[in-house]
């Protein structure tokens, strides 16, 4: 299947969501039903409906739910059905109100091992939107999902994205001093290898600990250029705040729908996977599960039957 005909046949299938679920569409959508090519959009003022809510809830439960990712931190598309980060909440921020996030812990991932290794998954160390603060870098990275502890695991979540998150440097103009061309050489008379090191950002100085890839020499292309996002959350997983360095208590989750020809064998996504993973000193850090998975495991459960059957609806999950 083509990316263009996987999003089409998921577009198609949020227009019928919109008929199913909002017949006083005015009142929610910047549009009526028109599958042209672009999936509805809440209104601003409506864009927490685009979160799966059971109406079950308590107010104060509802709230919870919503303040698991605050207005300021929703990302520029989150009032569109196909936002990846209204998904992840609708699913974690459900099971995390109803003190189900248990549920994560029986999961293995594709390689039939733990998926989220020996962390215990709760309430109180489970967080969406999660700062980190310690890379130096002039804007934060904030995580899809985090688990804090002794064992940590950082959680990238990918829905219809064509790919798992590239380096910005590549994509600015030329003109800009910050430009890079996609390698780990030193240009612009620059100092450093990296245009972001060159602003003291510290990827470079942990790559090395996790990774078979050097800091030290000329690299081509640059193995961050397509691979960034993952390289980052592994960073976070594995690097602590003070700067220790522990490949061992930590590891990485990339949660994707096995739907989306980027996940599959020749796709972006899953090429950028098997590329970090290769390099990793220990592959296990970084593990990936479909959001089949979960909500096929989540079918099982007590309590969820409302969520798994609006995700059915609406995502075909």
Not at 113 to 132: C, D, I, K, Q, W
Not at 181 to 206: K, P
Not at 273 to 299: D, F, M, N
Request: glycine residues 6%; proline residues 6%.
């Amino acid at each position: 299947m083509k990316i263009s005909d996987y999003r089409k046949a998921l577009i198609a299938r949020f227009w019928e969501y919109q008929k199913e679920q909002f017949s006083d569409w005015q009142t929610y959508f910047e549009r009526p039903f028109s599958p042209d090519g672009r999936p509805p959009v809440f209104e601003k003022h409506t864009a927490n409906h685009n979160v799966l809510m059971d109406p079950s809830l308590s107010p104060s439960e509802q709230q919870e739910l919503l303040d698991e990712i605050p207005v300021s931190a929703r990302h520029r598309w989150f009032r569109s059905m196909r936002s990846s980060q209204a998904l992840a909440q609708s699913i974690f921020g459900n099971l995390k109100v109803r003190g189900c996030l248990h549920y994560l812990g029986e999961l293995l991932d594709e390689s039939g091992g733990p998926l989220f290794g020996s962390a215990e998954v709760t309430s109180e160390n489970f967080s969406m939107e999660y700062e980190v603060d310690f890379l130096g870098e002039p804007r934060p990275t904030n995580l899809d999902g985090f688990i804090s502890g002794d064992y940590q695991v950082a959680i990238e979540c990918k829905f219809a994205e064509t790919e798992v998150g590239t380096c910005s440097r590549p994509r600015l103009k030329k003109r800009d001093p910050d430009y890079c061309d996609g390698t780990y050489t030193r240009q612009r008379d620059r100092g450093e290898r990296c245009s972001l090191t060159e602003i003291h950002v510290r990827y470079w100085r942990y790559v090395p600990v996790l990774f078979t890839w050097r800091n030290d020499t000329d690299l081509m292309p640059c193995p961050l250029y397509s691979n960034y996002q993952l390289v980052r959350n592994l960073l976070a997983a594995c690097i602590r705040p003070d700067g220790t360095r522990s490949p061992e208590t930590g590891h990485m989750v990339l949660i994707y729908d096995e739907r989306n020809p980027a996940f599959q064998m020749g796709g972006r996504g899953f090429t950028a996977y098997e590329e970090t993973r290769a390099a990793l000193k220990v592959p296990s850090l970084i593990r990936k599960c479909s959001w089949q998975r979960i909500t096929g495991h989540l079918r099982n459960k007590a309590r969820l039957e409302w969520l798994c059957e609006q995700l059915a609806q609406k995502y075909g999950l």
